[in-house]
C-alpha cells in the first residue's frame, strides 16, 4: 500500500520558518494536500494542489512538491501555528495522509 | 456556508454495526465535481480515510477496510453514511465526514467529529 512518510517532530522558535515534509513514492504524478489540526479540533485544510492557500490562510503558509518531496512551509511562525500537521495524497483514487508532523513553538 | 454534522450512536458493542450519518447544509451532494468521505481518527494517533462517494454514485473505500465497509448517500435528505460492521476495539476512533472536489484533490470542510467506543 502507498505510504507517507513525515518525520514526527519539528521545533521551531517564533519567527523563524517551520519547514515539514512529506515524501511518498511518484509524488511528481500527485497533488500534495496539507492540514493543520490543532488539540480537540477538526482538520483544516491550509495547501492543495501542492501549493495552492485555501481563501483564509495566511501567506506565511506556502507549499511545494519536488516530485520526490513536498513541503509545507511555515514563514515567521507564530505561537498559533503550533499544531499537528498531515499531508495527503491520493494514489489510485485511495486516500493517504502521512503519520503527522507535531511542531512546537518555543 | 458549507456545514457538515456527524450524527450516530456514541458506543456500538464489539461485533456489531457501527452506523453514522453526516448531514451537509449549504451545499448539495448531488454538485458534480464533489465528493463526500470519512476519516477517522483513534485517540492521540493520525488520521485514516475510510472511503468516499461522488455525487453519481461512484463508491472508493480504503483496502484495509474494504471488507467491511459501505458507504451511501440519500440526496433527498441531502446526507450520506457509513457502516462499518464487525467492528472491534480497534475502530474506537473519531470519526469526521469531509468534503473534497475533484480540482482541488483536498478536503475543504470538515464535519466537528464524533467519537465512538466500541465495548466489548
Known amino acids: 500500500s502507498y505510504e507517507l512518510t513525515q518525520p514526527p517532530s519539528e521545533s521551531v522558535s517564533p519567527g523563524q520558518t517551520a519547514s515539514i515534509t512529506c515524501s511518498g513514492d511518484?509524488?511528481?504524478?500527485?497533488?500534495v494536500s496539507w492540514y493543520q489540526q490543532k488539540p480537540g479540533q477538526s482538520p483544516v485544510l491550509v495547501i492543495y494542489?501542492?501549493?495552492k492557500r485555501p481563501s483564509g490562510i495566511p501567506e506565511r503558509f506556502s507549499g511545494s512538491n519536488s516530485g520526490i518531496t513536498a513541503t509545507l512551509t511555515i514563514s515567521e511562525t507564530q505561537a498559533m501555528d503550533e499544531a499537528d500537521y498531515y499531508c495527503?495524497?491520493?494514489?489510485?483514487?485511495?486516500?493517504?495522509f502521512g503519520a503527522g508532523t507535531k511542531v512546537t513553538v518555543l | 456556508q458549507v456545514q457538515l454534522q456527524e450524527s450516530g450512536p456514541g458506543l456500538v458493542k464489539a461485533s456489531q454495526t457501527l452506523s453514522l450519518t453526516c448531514t451537509v447544509s449549504?451545499?448539495?451532494?448531488?454538485?458534480?465535481?464533489?465528493?463526500w468521505s470519512w476519516i477517522r481518527q483513534p485517540a492521540g494517533k493520525g488520521l485514516e480515510w475510510i472511503g468516499r462517494?461522488?455525487?453519481?454514485?461512484?463508491?472508493n473505500y480504503s483496502p484495509s477496510l474494504e471488507s467491511r465497509v459501505t458507504i451511501s448517500a440519500d440526496t433527498s435528505k441531502n446526507e450520506f453514511s457509513l457502516n462499518l460492521s464487525s467492528v472491534t476495539a480497534a475502530d474506537t476512533a473519531v470519526y469526521y465526514c469531509?468534503?473534497?472536489?475533484?480540482?482541488?484533490?483536498?478536503?475543504?470542510?470538515w464535519g466537528q467529529g464524533t467519537l465512538v467506543t466500541v465495548s466489548s
Open positions: 449549504g451545499d448539495s451532494i448531488s454538485r458534480s465535481s464533489l465528493y
Open positions: 462517494i461522488f455525487n453519481d454514485g461512484t463508491i
Open positions: 469531509a468534503r473534497g472536489s475533484r480540482a482541488a484533490a483536498g478536503f475543504d470542510y
Open positions: 494542489q501542492d501549493t
Open positions: 495527503q495524497a491520493w494514489d489510485n483514487y485511495i486516500g493517504v
Open positions: 511518484k509524488l511528481v504524478d500527485k497533488y
